[in-house]
Nanobody, 122 residues
Framework: VKLVESGGGSVEAGGSLRLSCRTS????????MAWYRQTPGKERELVAK???????TVADSVKGRFALSADNARDTLYLQMNNLKPEDTGVYYC?????????????????WGQGTQVTVSS
């Protein structure tokens, strides 16, 4: 299984970016997927997630600015980020919850991408 994030970069406050997470070798979104971010000295935090039924949830800190979507035909997860703020700066990671051979979902053994850097300047 491979998850490859792209779309990060440097923008000014108020700008937009769209992150992509292309998966391969993974039965796309059978157990849910998510975007996390991490800044130096802080724990990785959940930004947005989508369930296997397609229900999306975003963190309060990005509500109204970020939107998550999934393209099953392209095996790709997206994160549209608008009205970016300096506090959104960080490395963004894509997570895919693993489906076990017993047809259960295992958060503990989820797959992760390598991360993509987002830098927002004021």
């Amino acid at each position: 299984v491979k998850l490859v994030e792209s779309g990060g970069g440097s923008v000014e406050a108020g700008g937009s970016l769209r992150l992509s997470c292309r998966t391969s070798g993974y039965r796309f979104n059978r157990c849910g997927m998510a975007w996390y971010r991490q800044t130096p000295g802080k724990e990785r935090e959940l930004v947005a997630k989508i369930s296997s039924e397609g229900v999306t949830t975003v963190a309060d800190s990005v509500k109204g600015r970020f939107a998550l979507s999934a393209d099953n035909a392209r095996d790709t997860l997206y994160l549209q980020m608008n009205n970016l703020k300096p506090e959104d700066t960080g490395v963004y990671y894509c997570k895919a919850v693993r489906r076990t051979p017993f047809n259960t979902c295992s958060e503990e053994t989820s797959y992760w991408g390598q991360g993509t850097q987002v830098t927002v300047s004021s």
